[in-house]
């Protein structure tokens, strides 16, 4: 099996951290994987906002939905990545959305964010990907511009534990031959 197919295979979510903080060293090359990450006509409409500080993270664990299995780990990870993504620039030109998907930038923040996971995964440190919480309060918090649309947070540390892999679908249930159910 390549290396990067057992990196996919082997990614977990994870909410439950060691108390060890990430090293510059290894933030840095984590942003360098959503730096090179690819995105529609390069336009790299990403923002990503490292958060260090408790008292913020203590803020946005507050804009979490109730029950949310992540509220714990806002606080618990070392470090949050929150990443946002310019409005209006990926999917369009000239101004205008030539396909019938519009804006793009859900598509290109979701490959950084793939990257982001995957090389931290690589690296032995540990995400989860938080998408159910209040946004604009996230941003109000963060001070996000109105341009720019706060789209998940992070947590980023060294795991406590990995847990098993889930059940996955089999290749011939969503893999169709040709045209649709083939």
Same mark, same amino acid.
């Given at each position: 099996?390549?290396?990067?197919?057992?990196?996919?295979?082997?990614?977990?979510?994870?909410? @439950? +951290? /060691? =108390?060890?903080?990430?090293?510059? /060293?290894?933030?840095?090359?984590?942003?360098?994987a959503v730096q090179w990450s690819q995105s529609w006509a390069n336009t790299q409409c990403w923002e990503v906002?490292?958060?260090?500080?408790?008292?913020?993270?203590?803020? *946005?664990? /507050?804009?979490?939905? !109730?029950?949310?299995?992540?509220?714990?780990?806002?606080?618990?990870?070392?470090?949050?990545?929150?990443?946002?993504?310019? @409005?209006?620039?990926?999917?369009? #030109?000239?101004?205008?959305?030539?396909?019938? *998907? &519009? =804006?793009?930038?859900?598509?290109?923040?979701?490959?950084?964010?793939?990257?982001?996971?995957?090389?931290?995964? =690589?690296? &032995? *440190?540990?995400?989860?990907?938080?998408?159910? +919480?209040?946004?604009? @309060?996230?941003?109000?918090?963060?001070?996000?511009?109105?341009?720019?649309?706060?789209?998940?947070?992070? !947590?980023?540390? #060294?795991? /406590?534990?990995? !847990?098993?892999? !889930?059940?996955? @679908?089999?290749?011939?249930? +969503?893999?169709?031959?040709?045209? #649709? &159910?083939?």
């Amino acid at each position: 099996m390549s290396e990067l197919l057992n990196v996919l295979k082997s990614r977990r979510s994870i909410r @439950k +951290f /060691e =108390d060890r903080m990430v090293s510059g /060293e290894d933030l840095q090359k984590i942003l360098e994987a959503v730096q090179w990450s690819q995105s529609w006509a390069n336009t790299q409409c990403w923002e990503v906002i490292v958060v260090r500080d408790e008292d913020t993270r203590l803020g *946005l664990q /507050e804009t979490l939905a !109730p029950r949310n299995p992540a509220t714990k780990a806002i606080v618990a990870a070392p470090l949050l990545l929150v990443l946002c993504g310019k @409005k209006g620039a990926s999917g369009y #030109y000239d101004g205008k959305a030539p396909t019938v *998907l &519009g =804006d793009w930038m859900l598509y290109d923040l979701g490959i950084a964010t793939q990257s982001l996971c995957l090389t931290a995964h =690589d690296m &032995g *440190l540990a995400t989860v990907v938080v998408g159910l +919480f209040d946004h604009a @309060k996230a941003a109000d918090i963060l001070g996000v511009p109105d341009a720019v649309q706060v789209v998940s947070m992070i !947590p980023l540390g #060294y795991p /406590e534990k990995a !847990p098993k892999a !889930p059940e996955r @679908k089999a290749l011939d249930v +969503f893999c169709h031959n040709e045209r #649709y &159910g083939g």
